[in-house]
């Protein structure tokens, strides 16, 4: 009985599956063949291997990877003879030629295949930045709009017995209408950034789940098992060892079982960073996971771990390598940058201004680090427009999905820095509603800007206070206007009975730069900077944490000041090449005091 239905099953998903991306719940647990590694590339600035001299798409463009066979065969390209570099890894970093290019780069990855029956293939990225077509053998597999979320298309039907290939033309131009927009400070890196696979599944797999504890409950775990097919009376289990849990259910007819088990979890927090086992079988699927369980909450004016009040001891981090720079792609660099942050005493993390490589959200929850994550909505966003909604909501959604079972993760930001009108607050509202909608137990925030300042006081009024849970602005008083001596007697505003947050404040400093602490660029500038700040803000009531901007110097095109900058934003307290600042410190003995 059961074979045979699952061969209905499979005839049913066989139609349904082509209609729907996969969530693929933490891939990494999954049956996968890796992609990463050497990758020819072919650099086309006019987009000559996708457009005819008319403009017009091509039938027969790079993407056949086609081969001059006789002597009078005309083909303009070789993806063999051409370059190489690999991947995961931005191209600005890998090839001179290619440090400030903006356009179109072609990659192409041979691999063999061996087909295996009942089984699908779904092709995976972690992320490409920032718009990609995808071929495999010739055949277009998909495209994606976003640069820094995973996705993945079915290539079961595409994939050939043995010897195949896949071709990506990956483009990083900045458009108006693009999330992010044209303007913002950070490197443009583009490619295909982070890991790229093959994942077997079942014709029917267990596609998406979900286990925590429910909203202000410590003592059960819910969630879901989700089929990738709206099968019903599937068996699914649920076993979690460490908690003395084995449970099995039947999906409904959407193919999902839901639950909600009576148990005492050890609840997960910087200081015991403790996370479960946890394993979830069904449809001849298993996938293994390691789940924290912990409780995020605002009461007044105070932020609670766990029903105790905390203090968002944090640092702003961009997702850039140490010592080499580039896009991250190793766990390793993860490290590297969150122990730096664990040195300073942090128990928090802001993931700035877009959602991080899974290996950082994850090492930052096996170090006992919180983390903020954002979407890209940065700046002059086009609010007016509604495919750029459409974009910045589905990376919200591929953020949230991705990262659901992150215990570490304790914030979702919508936004940075957005310039206030009725465009910008009705889509950010939208935004803050889907958070709502789709995660109860997180905090909702975003990088407000101050908006009012008189009478030597600063004031944080902006529409969306009223749908966030914290009050989070950036602020550089000392930097951009005013000097670090006005910090001494300068007064806030912040009319909401809610924490505040600042999410960013800070200086730049030219490590090994020394002068007395008015010379701006030495680092005595930016420690003074930072002292005051820090007294300034801790004096103020509803003070529930900070993120300074930032914790490593990063590449940026608008940082041009030569034999200072020269394209990085100085506003590090550890340079480049790992060397800490005289900020460093000050930062370090404040949160000794918290
Ligand atoms: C802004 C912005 C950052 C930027 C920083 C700066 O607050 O959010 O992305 O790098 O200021 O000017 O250094």
Same mark, same amino acid.
Request: hydrophobic share 35%; with cysteine; net charge negative.
């Given at each position: 009985?059961?074979?045979?239905?699952?061969?209905?099953?499979?005839?049913?998903?066989?139609?349904?599956?082509?209609?729907?991306?996969?969530?693929?719940?933490?891939?990494?647990?999954?049956?996968?063949?890796?992609?990463?590694?050497?990758?020819?590339?072919?650099?086309?600035?006019?987009?000559?291997?996708?457009?005819?001299? #008319?403009?017009?798409?091509?039938?027969?463009?790079?993407?056949?990877? #086609?081969?001059?066979?006789?002597?009078?065969?005309?083909?303009?390209?070789?993806?063999?003879?051409?370059?190489?570099?690999?991947?995961?890894?931005?191209?600005?970093?890998?090839?001179? #030629?290619?440090?400030?290019?903006?356009?179109?780069?072609?990659?192409?990855?041979?691999?063999?295949?061996?087909?295996?029956?009942?089984?699908?293939?779904? !092709?995976?990225?972690?992320?490409?930045?920032?718009?990609?077509?995808?071929?495999?053998?010739?055949?277009?597999?998909?495209?994606?709009?976003?640069?820094?979320?995973?996705?993945?298309?079915?290539?079961?039907?595409?994939?050939?017995?043995?010897?195949?290939?896949?071709?990506?033309?990956?483009?990083?131009?900045?458009?108006?209408?693009?999330?992010?927009?044209?303007?913002?400070?950070?490197?443009?890196?583009?490619?295909?950034?982070?890991?790229?696979?093959?994942?077997?599944?079942?014709?029917?797999?267990?596609?998406?789940?979900?286990?925590?504890? %429910?909203?202000?409950?410590?003592?059960?775990?819910?969630?879901?098992?989700?089929?990738?097919? %709206?099968?019903?009376?599937?068996?699914?289990?649920?076993?979690?060892?460490?908690?003395?849990?084995?449970?099995?259910?039947?999906?409904?007819?959407?193919?999902?079982?839901?639950?909600?088990?009576?148990?005492?979890?050890?609840?997960?927090?910087?200081?015991?960073?403790?996370?479960?086992?946890?394993?979830?079988?069904?449809?001849?699927?298993?996938?293994?996971?390691?789940?924290?369980?912990?409780?995020?909450?605002?009461?007044?004016?105070?932020?609670?771990?766990?029903?105790?009040?905390?203090?968002?001891?944090?640092?702003?981090?961009?997702?850039?390598?140490?010592?080499?720079?580039?896009?991250?792609?190793?766990?390793?660099?993860?490290?590297?940058?969150?122990?730096?942050?664990?040195?300073?005493?942090?128990?928090?993390?802001?993931?700035?201004?877009?959602?991080?490589?899974?290996?950082?959200?994850?090492?930052?929850?096996?170090?006992?680090?919180?983390?903020?994550?954002?979407? %890209?909505?940065?700046?002059?966003?086009?609010?007016?427009?509604?495919?750029?909604?459409?974009?910045?909501?589905?990376?919200?959604?591929?953020?949230?999905?991705?990262?659901?079972?992150?215990?570490?993760?304790?914030?979702?930001?919508?936004?940075?820095?957005?310039?206030?009108?009725?465009?910008?607050?009705?889509?950010?509202?939208?935004?803050?509603?889907?958070?709502?909608?789709?995660?109860?137990?997180?905090? !909702?925030?975003?990088?407000?800007?101050?908006?009012?300042?008189?009478?030597?006081?600063?004031?944080?009024?902006?529409?969306?206070?009223?749908?966030?849970?914290?009050?989070?602005?950036?602020?550089?008083?000392?930097?951009?206007?005013?000097?670090? @001596?006005?910090?001494?007697? #300068?007064?806030?505003?912040?009319?909401?009975?809610?924490?505040?947050?600042?999410?960013?404040?800070?200086?730049?400093?030219?490590?090994?730069?020394?002068?007395?602490?008015? @010379?701006?660029?030495?680092?005595?500038?930016?420690?003074?900077?930072?002292?005051?700040?820090?007294?300034?803000?801790?004096?103020?009531?509803?003070?529930?944490?900070?993120?300074?901007?930032?914790?490593?110097?990063?590449?940026?095109?608008?940082?041009?000041?030569?034999?200072?900058?020269?394209?990085?934003?100085?506003?590090?307290?550890?340079?480049?090449?790992?060397?800490?600042?005289?900020?460093?410190?000050?930062?370090?003995?404040?949160?000794?005091?918290?």
């Amino acid at each position: 009985m059961k074979k045979i239905t699952l061969c209905i099953l499979s005839v049913l998903l066989f139609f349904w599956q082509g209609f729907s991306n996969p969530v693929l719940q933490n891939v990494y647990a999954r049956r996968t063949v890796t992609l990463n590694g050497t990758w020819n590339y072919i650099v086309d600035p006019l987009d000559n291997g996708y457009y005819d001299y #008319r403009r017009q798409p091509l039938k027969n463009g790079f993407f056949e990877n #086609r081969k001059a066979q006789a002597p009078g065969d005309l083909v303009e390209y070789n993806f063999d003879r051409d370059a190489t570099m690999t991947i995961p890894g931005d191209w600005n970093t890998q090839d001179d #030629r290619l440090f400030f290019y903006e356009g179109t780069v072609w990659f192409k990855k041979d691999f063999t295949y061996t087909a295996k029956s009942g089984k699908r293939v779904f !092709l995976y990225f972690g992320a490409v930045n920032y718009t990609c077509n995808v071929w495999v053998n010739g055949k277009e597999a998909g495209s994606h709009e976003g640069g820094f979320t995973p996705f993945a298309f079915d290539v079961t039907d595409i994939l050939q017995e043995g010897d195949n290939f896949v071709i990506v033309r990956a483009n990083n131009e900045r458009k108006p209408e693009n999330v992010p927009t044209l303007n913002f400070d950070w490197w443009n890196y583009g490619g295909i950034t982070r890991d790229v696979m093959l994942v077997e599944t079942p014709e029917i797999f267990i596609d998406d789940y979900l286990v925590q504890l %429910p909203k202000g409950v410590n003592d059960a775990v819910e969630g879901y098992i989700r089929l990738n097919s %709206p099968a019903a009376g599937i068996n699914v289990r649920l076993q979690i060892p460490g908690l003395g849990i084995d449970r099995q259910f039947f999906t409904n007819e959407k193919g999902e079982a839901t639950f909600r088990i009576g148990a005492k979890p050890d609840l997960w927090s910087p200081e015991s960073p403790y996370l479960y086992q946890v394993k979830v079988t069904g449809a001849g699927d298993t996938l293994l996971d390691r789940i924290g369980f912990r409780n995020i909450a605002t009461e007044g004016k105070s932020i609670l771990l766990n029903g105790e009040k905390i203090f968002l001891k944090g640092i702003s981090i961009h997702d850039e390598a140490p010592f080499r720079q580039g896009r991250i792609i190793s766990r390793e660099e993860c490290r590297i940058l969150l122990g730096w942050a664990k040195e300073l005493g942090c128990n928090f993390v802001r993931l700035a201004h877009y959602p991080h490589n899974e290996h950082m959200v994850r090492t930052a929850e096996e170090m006992g680090l919180m983390v903020w994550s954002e979407i %890209p909505v940065y700046w002059t966003i086009r609010f007016d427009n509604p495919p750029t909604f459409e974009n910045a909501s589905a990376q919200l959604r591929a953020m949230m999905e991705r990262d659901k079972n992150r215990c570490a993760v304790v914030v979702w930001s919508v936004a940075n820095e957005t310039p206030h009108s009725p465009a910008r607050d009705a889509f950010l509202e939208n935004l803050a509603k889907q958070v709502r909608d789709n995660d109860n137990t997180r905090l !909702l925030s975003m990088a407000m800007e101050v908006s009012g300042f008189s009478d030597n006081t600063n004031k944080v009024e902006d529409y969306m206070s009223r749908f966030v849970d914290i009050i989070s602005f950036n602020h550089y008083l000392g930097w951009y206007g005013g000097t670090p @001596q006005d910090c001494k007697t #300068r007064q806030w505003y912040i009319p909401y009975d809610k924490p505040f947050f600042v999410s960013e404040f800070g200086a730049g400093a030219l490590q090994g730069y020394h002068g007395d602490p008015g @010379q701006r660029w030495t680092e005595e500038y930016q420690a003074e900077l930072y002292k005051n700040t820090l007294e300034m803000f801790d004096r103020v009531e509803g003070f529930a944490g900070t993120s300074p901007w930032i914790l490593m110097d990063f590449r940026s095109p608008r940082r041009q000041l030569p034999y200072i900058q020269d394209f990085f934003n100085r506003k590090g307290l550890v340079s480049e090449k790992g060397v800490k600042k005289a900020a460093f410190y000050v930062l370090k003995d404040f949160y000794l005091t918290k």
